[in-house]
């Protein structure tokens, strides 16, 4: 399943994205208008037009330019909450989803040859001076958003400074890198399941409008961050990283006395679908809820851990609480290494 050269961008210089979407904010519509707008040959316009709509700020009608709603979001927001939403923007960018995991498994930084080879075997087929301006723009784009560190040559995200990610649907969130069979699976699984996800997604959009459960994440999210981790979501799940070259899922609920019994079960359930559907039979996973659990329900600890292999965590005091077996596998995520 590689990417298509369409949904790549070609536009090197990510602040000049951004001008083509104030562009057309002030009427541009055609990229030859766009051109004129950036100072750039009519051919650039094209390309810095496609860049900005894989961004989501701008869509086409009919080979004219106009704002999305996330474009007039953009605008209307603040300078620092620009920064953010135009971050999260370029990580929706399949090309840059696709750099997570590889990133992700070569904490120590990967030289420019390294990601040029593995662009060619995500992407489709092209001469060697265009793989060369894909990896040009992917470098260009995150050294300005201040998320890229050079040393020596090779190059590493710098985990603290990104957003939490969101992945597309049929995008696999920890794949292998060394070809394209899990990305083949993942969106093979989600195809055939597609007919009984919606009611699935629909709740999971219900429990992300829960303020707790949105704490939760962050929270979470943070704590991986600290671990040197990407943390990324998607439609359907709540949290997932890679730490120490190994996969996690994360099933977050807010909690209850009155319905902590049907959230645990359904948090189970959960977390075993998603794991299948993203073709990760040796995923750890990670049920957290926002309090311990009821006194009546507590026989679910052991439950969890011995029978289920699932990992149990709650949030007491802003710290991070487990059984003794969790708290030695998921050390990580308590601050201790």
Known sequence: MKISGSDIPQADMLDDVVLTVKAVKEGER???GIARYLGKADRQGHYYR??????????????????????????????????????MAVFNVRIFQRMI?????????????????????VTQDAAGSVMTRRVTTVLNWLESLSVLDKTSGRYRLLSEKLPLIRFQDNEALMPGISDLR???????????????????????????????????????????RRAGALPRYNRLIDLAARVNNHPYIFEIKSLTPENAHYQIRHGISQLYEYRYLQALPEATLV????????????WMLHYLEKDRDIRL?????????????????????????
Request: hydrophobic share 45%.
């Open 30 to 32: 055609t990229f030859q």
């Open 182 to 224: 899990d990305y083949e699976a993942v969106e093979n699984r989600a195809k055939t399941a597609a007919a009984g996800m919606t009611v699935i997604k629909r709740q999971a959009d219900m429990e992300r409008a829960n303020d707790v459960h949105n704490a939760l994440v962050n929270f979470a999210a943070q704590r991986l």
């Open 50 to 87: 496609r860049a900005a709509e894989l961004l989501g700020f701008i869509q086409n009608h009919q080979n004219n330019a106009v704002l999305t709603s996330s474009g007039r979001e953009f605008f209307g927001a603040l300078p620092e909450k620009q920064n953010t939403l135009l971050a």
């Open 313 to 337: 965590m709650w949030i007491c005091g802003n710290e991070l609480y487990a059984g003794v077996e969790t708290q030695e596998k998921l050390a990580f995520l308590r601050g201790e290494r």
């Open 287 to 298: 049920l957290l809820v926002e309090t311990q659990l009821p006194a009546e329900i507590a």
């Open 101 to 121: 995991p590889l990133f992700e498994m070569y904490p120590q930084g990967l030289t420019r040859a390294e990601l040029k080879a593995f662009t060619a075997g």
